[in-house]
C-alpha cells in the first residue's frame, strides 16, 4: 500500500531530523495494517543503524525487539481476549515512563485498539500526554478517530491509513467556510450540535462542538503530508471567532499563536 509506504518514510526523516512528536494515533479499517505500519515504526526506532527500508535487523536493539524482550517498549492491548483496555495498562504506561531508558534510547510503547479504552484508562492516558516525560514516544492504533475522546485527539499527531474516513468531519468544517457571517455560522454549528446529539444521544452543546473541531484543525494541521494545511488554518481562525467573546475560555490570541505554529 503506497500510503503506509510514505507514512514509514516520513518517520524515518522525522527520527533522522530528531523532531517526532510524543504520540500519533494511526487508523483504518484493516487491523492487520495499522499493526504492521506500527511495527515497522517501532523496529525502526529502536534500531542503531536504520536504513531506508527501516530497521537493520541485525543490531543489539533489533534483536531484543524480535525477542519481545526490548526494556524500553511497552506494548498494550496485544491480548484479543480482553475486551478492553483498562486503568491497569495506563498506570503500567505512567511507570513505563517514570523509568530511565536502559538502553539510552527512547521509552517507546505502544497501544493496540486504543479505541477500546475504558473512561478511566482514557482520562489516565490524557494526562500522560498533557505532560509527556521526556524521550518518550506513544503510538495508538483505532479503527476510526471518532472512538477516542476528543481531548485525547488534539494531543496527537493523526495518521489516518485511509483518508476517507475524515469525509464527513470534513465536510461540515468546509461548510463552515460558506457562512457570511459570525450569526450564520453560529446558527450553523447549533444545529450541527443538535444533529450530533440526535444521532448519539444526549445533549450537545454548540461551543462543546467548537472545541471539537478546533481539536479536529489541530489533528489536520498535524497530519504528515497534509495538502490542506492553509483551508484548516482558515476554519481554525473562524473557529477562534465564535469562541472570542466566551469569557470563560482561553485567550484567542493563545489560540492564534498555537495554530500558526502547526502551520509552520
Known amino acids: 500500500m503506497d500510503r503506509v509506504h510514505d507514512l514509514q518514510q516520513w518517520f524515518l526523516r522525522m527520527r533522522t531530523r530528531n523532531i517526532l512528536h510524543h504520540a500519533y494515533l494511526i487508523t483504518g479499517p484493516s487491523t492487520s495494517e495499522k499493526h504492521a505500519c506500527m511495527a515497522w515504526i517501532m523496529r525502526m526506532l529502536v534500531c542503531e543503524n536504520p536504513t531506508e ?12 525487539y524480535e525477542q519481545d524482550t526490548h526494556p524500553d517498549v511497552l506494548m498494550m492491548g496485544r491480548d484479543v481476549s480482553r475486551p478492553h483496555i483498562g486503568i491497569e495498562e495506563a498506570r503500567e504506561l505512567r511507570a513505563h515512563y517514570g523509568i530511565k531508558a536502559r538502553e ?12 477500546t479504552m475504558t473512561e478511566e484508562a482514557s482520562n489516565s492516558l490524557l494526562k500522560i ?7 518518550t514516544l506513544c503510538i495508538l492504533s483505532a479503527s476510526t478517530h471518532t472512538r477516542i475522546i476528543p ?38 454549528v447549533q444545529r450541527i450540535a443538535k444533529k450530533i ?5 444526549g445533549v450537545r452543546a454548540w461551543h462543546d462542538v467548537i472545541d471539537g473541531w478546533m481539536g479536529e484543525c489541530t489533528a ?14 482558515r476554519i481554525a481562525r473562524l473557529l477562534i471567532t465564535l469562541k472570542y467573546d466566551v469569557k470563560e475560555y482561553a485567550s484567542p490570541k493563545l489560540y492564534a499563536e498555537s495554530f500558526a505554529l502547526m502551520v509552520v
Open 53 to 64: 527500508f527501516g530497521a537493520c535487523g541485525g543490531c543489539s536493539q533489533c534483536i531484543l
Open 104 to 115: 539510552g534510547g527512547m521509552r517507546l510503547s505502544c497501544m493496540y485498539n486504543a479505541h
Open 129 to 135: 500526554l498533557e505532560e509527556p516525560p521526556l524521550d
Open 151 to 188: 481531548t485525547i485527539r488534539s494531543r496527537v499527531v493523526l495518521i489516518p491509513l485511509y483518508v476517507g474516513e475524515y469525509s464527513i468531519k470534513e465536510q461540515r468544517l468546509k461548510e463552515l467556510l460558506t457562512c457570511h457571517n459570525k450569526a450564520e455560522r453560529v446558527a450553523y
Open 197 to 201: 446529539s440526535d444521532e448519539e444521544g
Open 220 to 233: 489536520y494541521l498535524r497530519m504528515p503530508s497534509s495538502e490542506s494545511r492553509p483551508l484548516f488554518a
